[in-house]
């Protein structure tokens, strides 16, 4: 039985493959071949996306040695979707499992701007 949960969660889409292939609404800013950018559901500043690859990994602690591109790239998305909206001060966000407060189990970057952050974070 537990095997077959096992399973089941590695089968199972995620949130954001269900975005990626279209099968669920979302407002997608950008995409290339690797990644999407979408507007955070439950945004957290005035400007809030989310900086997804589409090979999911489920977070940064599985990130392999290899994936070293994949994620130069995702951070050069963020550069690029910031300048492109003249943003000067802009947060970047990676949260790692339940107590750092990830919620969807398949890497993302919050590109969070418009408001003033205090530090530290919550
Ligand atoms: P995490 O908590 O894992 O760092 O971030 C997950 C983020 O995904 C949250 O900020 C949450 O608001 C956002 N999110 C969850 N479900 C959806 C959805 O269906 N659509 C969009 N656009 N964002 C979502």
Do not use: C, Y
């Not at 950008?30 to 989310?50: G, K, M, S, T, W």
């Not at 919050?110 to 530290?120: F, N």
Request: aromatic share 6%; hydrophobic share 50%; net charge neutral.
């Amino acid at each position: 039985m537990f095997l077959l949960w096992n399973i089941a969660s590695v089968v199972e889409k995620t949130i954001f493959e269900k975005i990626i292939s279209r099968e669920i609404p979302a407002n997608i800013v950008f995409e290339n071949d690797i990644a999407v950018i979408i507007r955070d559901i439950n945004p957290q500043a005035p400007v809030h996306v989310l900086i997804i690859p589409k090979r999911r990994i489920d977070r940064i602690e599985a990130a392999q040695d290899g994936d070293v591109e994949l994620l130069g790239k995702l951070l050069i998305m963020a550069r690029d979707f910031a300048k492109s909206h003249n943003l000067t001060g802009f947060r970047l966000v990676i949260n790692n499992g339940k107590q750092a407060g990830e919620t969807a189990p398949h890497l993302h970057i919050h590109l969070l701007s418009d408001r003033l952050m205090g530090w530290p974070p919550g």
